[in-house]
């Protein structure tokens, strides 16, 4: 199947769901875990030794969690908050999309089992970044694509593979994520963490999330922490 193909069996399958009702929609679990928790912390402390982080936005980070948690490399990945203009962020402030914040995962993984370019090779073919402040049916400035690089040396990486996604024309429409400033991550409320792994069965888990794992698979096959063993 080619990735033009696989590049709109997302917002089909989404709109699908959508019409029958069954998507509580990405943040919103239809479970007791919905109360409100604010984050008690930012970071933007530096990375275990021998470790580096990556921080990135592309939606629903439900989404972008359980694809990085399942790469070769990858020690740890959290969703949170990023990029915003008010300190100590909850879900119900992002959901307004007044924070400036973007829904984002930091990725904590190691350098010489996989590189920050091989990530973003992930990043650009997961998601979908040629549709402004939007991923299908999640609609808001929290939803935008963006890189949010650590140092010099990501910044420049993150640039050249934007001009290199953008040359391969790997989507029809012009990609518009954005290279931002590194900013204090919030890790977000507990329920978030680890959210497609704890609710697969979950409607929009199985609507949203598990389609993009599932092309995630298909394209990255040597890529997945499976495939050593």
């Known amino acids: 199947m080619s990735i033009f193909v696989l590049n709109r069996l997302y917002p089909l399958t989404t709109a699908i769901f959508l019409s029958m009702g ?24 530096p990375p275990p030794d021998g470790m580096a982080h990556a921080v990135l936005a592309g939606g629903c980070f439900w989404c972008t969690e359980a694809i990085y948690a399942e ?12 990029g915003g203009h008010i300190k100590n962020p909850g879900y119900r402030e992002i959901c307004t999309g007044r924070t400036g914040h973007a829904e984002a995962v930091r990725i904590t993984f190691d350098p010489e089992v996989v590189s920050f370019e091989s990530l973003l090779e992930v990043f650009w073919r997961t998601h979908d970044p040629t549709t402004l402040n939007r991923q299908g049916a999640d609609v808001g400035t929290q939803y935008r694509s963006a890189i949010f690089p650590q ?79």
């Open 71 to 82: 790469m070769q490399g990858v020690e740890k990945v959290e969703s949170g908050y990023t």
């Open 22 to 45: 069954c998507l509580a929609g990405c943040g919103f679990p239809t479970t007791h875990t919905a109360q409100h928790m604010t984050p008690d912390h930012a970071s933007l402390t």
């Open 151 to 229: 140092d010099v040396e990501q910044e420049r990486v993150a640039r050249a593979s934007l001009a290199a996604a953008q040359e391969a024309e790997l989507w029809d429409d012009p990609i518009v994520t954005t290279i931002e400033p590194a900013a204090p991550f919030y890790v977000a409320e507990d329920y978030h963490q680890d959210y497609y792994a704890n609710n697969p069965d979950q409607g929009y888990c199985v609507a949203v999330v598990g389609p993009k794992v599932k092309k995630f698979r298909m394209l990255f096959e040597d890529k997945l922490k499976s495939s050593t063993h």
